[in-house]
């Protein structure tokens, strides 16, 4: 059974930098799509962005500039780089992993941007 673990969430101030984890166990294959989500407190989870096995990425318009999600094929890992961190960055961050018609998610990690 595929699992999807995040980490790397945590305390941030507005403008800080902050890069999660995404560490899968079991076998990736292509083709896929990882993303990653987020879900703030008292609202749905939004997508955040993602990166597919042909290396296109897509952000949504609110991270657009300040956030990277890069893959490490090797290590089956997939990151977040978030920078310029705001308080309505504020959420638990979700790995989400769509293969051969199954979709996984991870646990979460949370994000909280306050000074």
């Known amino acids: 059974q595929l699992q999807l673990v995040e980490s790397g969430g945590g305390l941030v101030q507005p403008g800080g930098s902050l890069r999660l984890s995404c560490a899968a166990s079991?076998?990736?294959?292509?083709?896929?799509?990882m993303s990653w989500y987020r879900q703030a407190p008292g609202k749905q989870r939004d997508f955040v962005a993602l990166r597919n096995s042909g290396g296109w990425t897509n952000y949504a318009d609110s991270v657009k500039g300040r956030f990277t999600t890069s893959r490490d094929n090797a290590e089956n890992m997939l990151y977040l780089q978030m920078n310029g961190l705001k308080p309505e960055d504020t959420a638990v961050y979700y790995c989400n992993l769509l293969q051969d018609d199954l979709e996984y998610w991870g646990k979460g990690t949370l994000v909280t941007v306050s000074s």
């Open positions: 079991g076998t990736i294959f292509s083709p896929y799509v």
